[in-house]
């Protein structure tokens, strides 16, 4: 290989590098620039190349070439009167031609290969093999299909004589004849019998330049002739499996002409074989488009299709698919099924499919995004509440993701392949919610069901109930569900026969119960049968370094919903996010992830603090605890609450004019307790002023 110095970086240089570097015949030894930032100096630093910035100091006898490609003519005579005897100078112009002559011959190289290699795809992949020889009977074409048959390797064939190969060809008498010789018997050296066909190879002057041979293995014309005997039986066999088939079935040709129909499909259409055999696939249809011809149009299967069929217009569903054999569109097969038959069993699905909706648990532990202390300390009780029967109550602000808790909870316990009911306490009014709970009798009520009605709880059996919103619970059914968490067993309205159940509750709240037991609106014992495994969810202000990954699968959510591709958020955008204090909680930051969505524009893929709405500042929130702070710091806990306590009383008895009856109700207090507290802060003898 010879070694090649470049004196000039620049386009030129750098073309010839290029070039250089794709023969195998020349190595670049160095390139040489007065610039240090030559194209072509910088791709020679990049592969490893010597560089330098005078030739001088670089060139010695080792070089064989030099090329100079400066287009200075006192560079080209310096380097003519110093190089060595032994190398050889090219000027630029020259060594380019030279490269571009060498380029085309490399291209030709490339095209000749192509055409060879196209050529020998198309004989490897027919299965007839091929055998062809030059006029001295030696192997130049020997296909995949000849090895496989032959057993001789591709390899080791070409450039044999044909002979050695294949003592029994005749190829070499096709070499003498120049006759063509078809559907000759052979057998092969390993006993496989074949039919061939040999054919003489003539240039443009008639003369002899080789022979080629196509053959075929005979076993596959004799299976051939074997299926084609066997036909009958098949057809026989089939046509007595469609027979005996209560489905209406017909059979159509690739043109939409009846070929084929059983007796159930002139039961369901009330039409004879002679009225549809060999008549357009439409002959049968009374309203509605023919899905034989849809399916031999698209090639693809239609499913559940809705029409009327035969004289009496007779209700049905189609199920039509295209019957393809080898790629080839031979005809379609339809099935009719008689809807009377299935009204039922669809009314049935759709109850079960209604049911489903509501008893499954969407979301596992994997889906409650959230590395914070607060966020994996709720995820740690709620995977060991997960594996335990106690009663669950998650408690936290709207918005923090109870309910995804509750699905979690549920797929994390043994009970995760049963039902997992979901109940909105507050959306249901109380005498309908307690029906629903808890079913009712037959008579329980006018409009009550024949037969009653089971309740979600029933529905639940084995599985889970999630009651969202357990506050709203009126007295009544808060009485009801202790019965259910003591006794495991509900009474239907309008019952008195007590049903056992065998329920999993979880229980959520965003409101304060205890306050709620003071107020005497929700029940003490039931409290203490709730919260035996409480949970409290933080809210999003308690664990802002969750708000990145938050974002991350908000958006991913948001861009399946808007049909975007928003990529993330700018640290900007992020840090606004955190400065926020979040009193929606997570269902907020979905809220207004989607607002900046929408006004985005569609090239846009990151959402900029331009991008975000207007949040409440922060910062009044704290000036707000600032100042609550500072008047807490003024006197004791018991000295303020007192204070607060003699303020409400003062307003309470003024907007009552005075009235005590009055004042007790709206404060909630009994009368005696006013009359206690009005002595303790000398308000005896208030005046409405």
Known sequence: MQKVMIVGGGKGGLAILKIL????????????????????????????????????????????????????????????????????????????????????????????????????????????????????????????????????????????HIEELIPSSKLPRILESKRIEANQEQVLNNGL????????????????????????????????????????????????????????ISVVDEKGRGILINPAYSRITGLTEEEVIGKPATT????????????????????????????????????????????????????????????ELTQELNRARQIIRTLEAKYSFEDIIGDSEEMQLAKDQAKL??????????????????????????????????????????????????????????????????????????????????????????????????????????????????IPVNVRVIAATNVNLEKAIINGTFREDLYYRLSRMPIHIPPLRQRKDDIPKLCNHLLSKLNQEYGRNIEGLTDLALLKLKQYDWPGNVRELENVLGRAIIFMKFNEVIIDHKHIPDLSNSKKIEEKNEKFISFLEEGTLASKLEEFEKQMIIEALKQNNGNKTATAKKLGISVRNLYYKMEKYNLEEFSVQ
């Open 193 to 248: 019998k074949i039919i061939t066909t040999r054919f003489p190879m003539l240039n443009e002057n008639g003369d002899i330049i080789g022979a080629f041979a196509v053959f075929k293995d005979i076993t596959e014309v004799v299976n051939l002739a074997e299926e084609i005997t066997n036909m009958k039986e098949i057809q026989t066999m089939l046509e007595a499996i469609i027979h005996s088939s209560d489905d209406a």
């Open 385 to 498: 509440c997960a594996r335990t029967p106690a009663t669950v109550l998650l408690r936290g602000e709207s918005g923090t993701g109870k309910e995804l808790f509750a699905h979690a909870i549920h797929d994390g316990s043994d009970r995760k392949f049963n039902k997992f009911v979901r109940v909105n306490c507050g959306a249901i009014s109380e005498s309908l919610l307690e029906s629903e709970l808890f079913g009712y009798e037959e008579g329980a009520f006018s409009g009550a069901k024949r037969g009653g009605k089971r309740g979600l709880f029933e529905e639940a059996n084995n599985g889970s109930i999630f009651l969202d919103e357990i506050g709203e619970m009126t007295p009544k059914i808060q009485v009801k569900l202790l019965r259910v968490l003591q006794e495991n067993e509900i009474v239907r309205v309008g019952g008195t026969k007590p």
């Open 284 to 343: 049968d249809i009374s309203e509605g488009e023919s899905m034989h011809m849809q399916v031999l149009k698209t090639r693809k299967p239609v499913r559940g299709v809705k029409m009327r069929v035969g004289p009496h217009k007779k209700e049905v569903i189609v199920n039509v698919a295209p019957i393809i054999v080898n790629g080839k569109l031979k005809g379609s097969v339809g099935v009719i099924h008689d809807v009377s038959e299935i009204k």
């Open 21 to 160: 570097l794709e023969t195998d015949f020349l190595s670049v030894g160095s390139v040489v620039d007065i610039n240090e930032k030559a194209p072509g100096i910088l791709l020679a630093n990049e592969l490893g190349i010597l560089t330098g910035n005078n030739w001088e100091e670089l060139i010695d006898e080792t070089y064989d070439i030099v090329i100079e490609v400066t287009g200075n003519q006192k560079v080209f005579e310096e380097i003519r009167a110093k190089k060595h005897k032994n190398t050889v100078l090219v000027p630029g112009t020259v060594a380019f031609i030279l490269a571009k002559l060498l380029e085309e011959k490399e291209a030709l190289v490339h095209k000749f290969k192509e055409e060879s290699y196209k050529r020998d795809l198309i004989f490897n992949s027919t299965d007839d093999g091929m055998i062809v020889i030059n006029q001295q009977c030696e192997v130049i074409l020997f296909n995949k299909s000849a090895e496989r048959m032959t057993g001789i390797l591709q390899s080791e064939a070409i450039g044999k």
